[in-house]
């Protein structure tokens, strides 16, 4: 009799487990499911940050090589960037004005300026962020 009391506890116990996974699974916890979203989150973040320190290191490699094509290919956007918009803003406008007071017609071509602005101000932007780093005392990361 000891036996068959023992086996049905044992049975009983596996019901309790199947009945308390069925549960689990039609309402979870929600403190549990809060821990895995903060858990995916912080995995991701994470990842993000990795991601970042890698490009930092491979800016932090290219600037500090010796040769011009490799250190100095964003400098060279930003001066095609400040020359295309000098050019379009100053230049054209006045040498136009100029031409026309010596009675001459010149035509000046026109840049794609929807193409220029969207790179200067994307440099303009990442500057602007990293000046807001530094005026709040963030250190540039490798440093």
Aim: some cysteine.
């Amino acid at each position: 009799m000891g036996q068959g009391y023992s086996v049905s506890i044992t049975g009983l116990g596996e019901i309790a487990n199947a009945v308390s996974t069925m549960v689990d699974k039609i309402w979870p916890d929600a403190s549990q499911a809060q821990k895995d979203a903060l858990a995916f989150q912080m995995a991701q973040l994470q990842a993000d940050q990795q991601d970042k320190q890698m490009q930092a290191d491979v800016n932090k490699a290219e600037a500090s090589n010796a040769n011009m094509f490799v250190a100095g290919w964003r400098p060279f956007i930003g001066w095609v960037c400040g020359s295309g918009l000098g050019f379009t803003f100053l230049v054209a406008p006045l040498a136009t004005w100029g031409a026309r007071l010596a009675g001459k017609d010149i035509v000046f071509p026109e840049l794609d300026m929807g193409t220029l602005m969207t790179l200067l101000l994307g440099m303009l932007g990442l500057g602007g962020m990293r000046t807001v780093e530094k005026v709040s005392g963030v250190k540039k990361v490798g440093h």
